[in-house]
């Protein structure tokens, strides 16, 4: 009997842990090999002085998008730390919900790099709102 | 009688629009020209999968502290949007408090560049955390 | 009579008019409407301390495309001034030649966002080395 | 006797290998712990399409004293990576020369955080015209 936990399963039980992402209301909607999405509802609680969401809100997803897309291709027990990250904000984040899409550009032995794109959506409608660019380093 | 506000007023009432800072729970406790500080209690709500404060957050008072450095140097009306901006965590996030120092190192006509230092404050020491970079819009 | 020129010429003539790219040994090999490439021999004078192309060197050919990239989404007369960027240094970058391969993210009234990717090519086999993020102002 | 080498000898030591410099005209002025600086005759073979310095050409240099100064700190045999850097392009950089002043904000096991500032001298003035952010890994 294993008690090796698929790589689904880590990044769940991970994401659980971060109390950030339940204050914020965002949830984990796709884990894959090398990829992850988040989706944050843009309740009233996120904004800024114009009432778009915070780029601090939206970098929080991007940047848990980025660190979860990166330990879903390493082996069991590592962690995950974000050693930084750049984010280019293209258009104000407003709409229904957000969407952090992020994917693995690279997976080295200590260090990986994410790229995500994060998308506000509208009436079905989507929009690239920002995108990151984030170095992960690896924890055993 | 002149309707003019001060730069801080300016910037105090942006910061009371920012429903974000209030749902983590963020204060601004300095703005003079060229500088403000803003302060992050680091309560249970706001952490990652190992009990730091989330990169998100951390981000979250840097680029408020960064924006509205920026503002204090512009004239009235004048609003702040960031385009981008990139941040190296440092050290774990951990202690009673953050503080995020942001300072103006150029303000052109159309952008302005803000450096931020994010400090953790434990038993009364500080330790830089966190170093950010941006680089903010102005709109009239 | 006109005396338009074309966006592939705009950005031809200005090409020319960089030194750099003439002393590091560089071409533009292709201009299309929101997409530029430039091509980089790899000689023996762009070197670091290990052989590889010099990280200044990537830059200087991933930034020159990020930029000329915007230019062809621009109107006549606008020129391109880089305000930032952001580069990771995916793999050693090493081969006969380098290609960055620039394309505009987001074109703005006052800023452009571009991504470009540079290949390292050795044996007819690419690779991605590096990866760029640029915010590029338009000056009239 | 001994085959130790000190810090200031392994950089220049690496610093000569670095074809890149040469090409360019760079030079190291200054090698202290924690601490270097790189000189650059704004000569015309490193201009951009408005006479100014080209970003490249300031990246290479800023990279260079970051990289080193990172190094000042390691123990022997240790070479250093350019993970990543963020570099903003405060002015236009004219003048008789640069020089990049690059210090080291972190020194961890595996990777370094140096901050380098750029400043174009002209006249006997100095101006900053870059600050650049980066990410340098260690190898042994």
Do not use: W
């Not at 998308?119 to 380093?137: D, Q």
């Amino acid at each position: 009997m294993s008690n090796e936990k698929s790589f689904e399963q880590r990044v769940r039980d991970s994401f659980e842990k971060q109390s950030f992402m339940k204050t914020i209301g965002a949830e984990l909607t796709s884990v894959q090999q090398g990829y992850v999405e988040v989706r944050l509802p843009a309740n009233s609680g996120l904004l800024q002085q114009n009432g778009f969401v915070h780029a601090g809100a939206v970098s929080a997803i991007a940047d848990t998008a980025a660190g979860y897309a990166a330990m879903t291709l390493l082996p069991q027990l590592a962690d995950v730390l974000t050693v930084e990250f750049k984010i280019n904000l293209l258009s104000p984040a407003r709409g229904e919900y957000l969407v952090a899409r992020g994917k693995v550009i690279r997976s080295g032995k200590q260090l990986s790099v994410s790229s995500v794109d994060v998308f506000a959506i509208s009436g079905g409608e989507e929009k690239c709102v920002a995108t990151l660019l984030a170095t992960i380093a690896h924890r055993s």
